[in-house]
Structure formats: C-alpha cells, structure tokens
C-alpha cells in the first residue's frame, strides 16, 4: 500500500499544552512520523493541490487566520507558541477582532492546540498528504495511507482543537466528492470523538460519520459524541456514534464496530476514509482502551471484507515507539 506524506510535517513541534490546571509535555510530537515511517515507509512524499481543496471543507477567513497567527503572536512581542486564554460561547466573532488572544480564542475550542512556528506548513502538508492518497484512491488503489500529522478531526470547518487545525478526512472526503465520488462514509476509530468531522458534515445526507470512541462522559472532548448525536436536517440518520467505556478491549470494541461497518453498507459508500487512530492501544500515555497489536490487524480486516475503496487518514496515537507496529499492523490487515 502506498503511503504519502511531507517533510514539512515533521516542522510542527508545540511544547506544551494545559490539562488538568497544570502544563504537560505536549504528546502530539514529530517523532510520530518517524515511529510510522521506520515501520511502514519510507513512503512517497505529498503531491501540492493548492488551497482550493482546503477551502472545501473550511472557512476562508479561519484559514487566512491559521495562516498568519504565529507572525500576529510574535508581532504583539509574545515568545513560545501562540495559545488563547478567553473562549467566547456566546459572542464568537460577532465583533471585529483586534488582538492576537481574541482571535486565537475565538477560533479554538481548547488550550491543547498551540500555533508553533512550523504549525501552518505542517497541517498544509498533512491535508495535501490526505489529498494525495485520495488521488490514489480515486484512479485505482484499492486502499491508500495518508500519514497525517498534525491530525484532523477535532478541527471544524472554522475552529482547531484537539492537536488538531485542518480536517485532513474532510479536506479528503469533499475532494472525493468533487471528482464524482458522490456517496462517502467516514469511519472514525480513534480513541477520542472526531467532533469536527461530525460537525462538517452533521446535515449532509451524503457523507455518513461513524465513530467508536471513548465516552464524552469521561473523555475529550466532553461536548460531542454522544450517542443521541444523529445528524440534522437531511443529515438526519447519517452520524453514528458507539461511546465505549474506559478500559474497553478488543471483546468489547469488535461488535461496536459491526454496528458500524454494517451502517456503512446500508449506505452503499463509493468511497471509505477511515480515521485511524492509534490511541486506543492499551500503551497509549493519554487514552484508557486496551487494544493491542494484533487487534489492528483483525479491524482492518473487518473494514477490508467491506470492498469499498478506501483512503487511511493517520488521527492520534502517542505511544510513539509502538505506534508504527501498531499502524504496520492496521495496514496488514487491509490487504
Ligand atoms: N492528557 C487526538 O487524538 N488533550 N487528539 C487531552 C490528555 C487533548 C487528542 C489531554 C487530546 C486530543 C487527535
Ligand atoms: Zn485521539
């Protein structure tokens, strides 16, 4: 299976994030790329469609932000990564923004989401990764894997959050559709809910999001992905999501994920973009699932045996030396 990425992704590199009232070592780190690509490349670099994919599943003027906001941040005399401190619920952008810290906060959902030096150039990258492998999807390759980093889907169409700035499967799944792959599924298996790929697509009938992760409950991101989360408007029926409990293994993960495979079929997909996450491995430093190795190799082969052509967007998973066997591993499994 071919396997895509850029060198620019590796140039994203925030040193910290806020959890639980104090400073922790950001888990989101480049040495990922290298776990995966020892493991599985060393890959074929990105092809550059430009900016237009992009503003196919986002906001020009968050963009144009994301763009700029470290030169803003460095401009208002600030060292280290740029970072908001107020979030607005209620007046979000109604107003003309003026400094750096209002228009940082009204674009994040959280403080896990720094903008570095290298934050723009990365997640450019890792969406032109997720066009490319869908370019190789779309002229035959039975499956692809695009090694996003930074991942994708905690970012909507006009927000980041999560590590997450552009939404690499949705930039993916609205190019798939330009080119005619009308009827798209979005299997989302990492350890955490992809709100915002729910969130694109939360009232398109086209597009189903399907997505197995840990219980809002107890985990990130707390505000989305419950299971009376549906859809809306002629979205209606066409979002999934299966919350597990913490401590979840492999007994009980595989008949939620039936659940959603066979949603997948009644859809009736031209095309599949998994979202993979390796955070649900029992290693993982921030995630409380048991999945192991091997496990990955069984979900790929239960994803396979749908024979949907199928694009591999890389999301979390921050037990860096096991992360490429675990991904070496899930792509065995395809085939
Ligand atoms: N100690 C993805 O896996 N921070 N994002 C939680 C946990 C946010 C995870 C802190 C976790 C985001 C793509
Ligand atoms: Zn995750």
């Not at 729910?198 to 997505?211: P, R, T, W």
């Not at 973009?273 to 190799?297: C, E, K, M, N, W």
Request: proline share 6%; glycine share 12%.
């Amino acid at each position: 299976m071919r396997v895509f990425s850029d060198p620019a992704q590796a140039e994203h590199a925030p040193t910290r994030e806020l959890h639980n009232g104090g400073w922790m070592d950001y888990a989101e780190v480049p040495a990922r790329l290298n776990s995966v690509l020892d493991a599985c490349g060393p890959g074929e670099p990105a092809r550059d469609f430009g900016i237009e994919p992009i503003l196919a599943a986002h906001d020009p003027a968050y963009v144009a932000f994301l763009r700029d906001a470290y030169r803003q941040w460095r401009a208002a005399g600030r060292e280290g990564d740029a970072m908001g401190y107020v979030f607005p619920i209620v007046a979000r952008r109604k107003l003309e923004l003026e400094r750096i810290d209002a228009k940082i906060g009204a674009y994040s959902t959280d403080a896990s989401t720094p903008i570095a030096a290298g934050t723009w150039d990365a997640a450019y990258g890792a969406a032109q990764s997720a066009l490319t492998g869908m370019d190789a999807v779309l002229t035959g390759d039975r499956a692809a894997f695009a090694l996003c980093r930074p991942p994708g889907h905690h970012a909507g169409a006009d927000y980041m959050g999560g590590y997450c700035y552009l939404n690499n499967a949705a930039v993916a799944a609205r190019a798939a559709q330009a080119r005619g792959a009308s009827r798209v599924a979005i299997v989302d298996v990492d350890y955490h809910h992809g709100n915002g790929t729910q969130d694109i697509f939360y009232d398109d009938g086209e597009v189903l999001f399907a997505s197995i992760h840990a219980d809002p409950k107890t985990d990130f991101p707390f505000y989305w992905g419950h299971a009376d989360e549906r859809g809306a408007g002629a979205g209606e029926g066409a979002t999934l999501n299966l919350p597990l409990p913490q401590g979840t293994e492999w007994s009980g993960y595989a008949p939620a994920l039936e659940k959603a495979l066979a949603t997948v079929r009644a859809h009736g997909p031209d095309l599949l973009v998994i979202s993979y996450g390796a955070d649900t491995f029992a290693g993982d430093p921030i995630s409380q699932f048991r999945l192991h190795r091997d496990d990955y190799t069984a979900m790929a082969g239960m994803i396979a045996a749908l024979g949907v052509p199928t694009l591999i967007v890389m999301e979390g998973g921050y037990a860096v030396d096991a992360l490429g066997s675990n991904v070496a591993a899930f792509l065995a499994g395809l085939g």
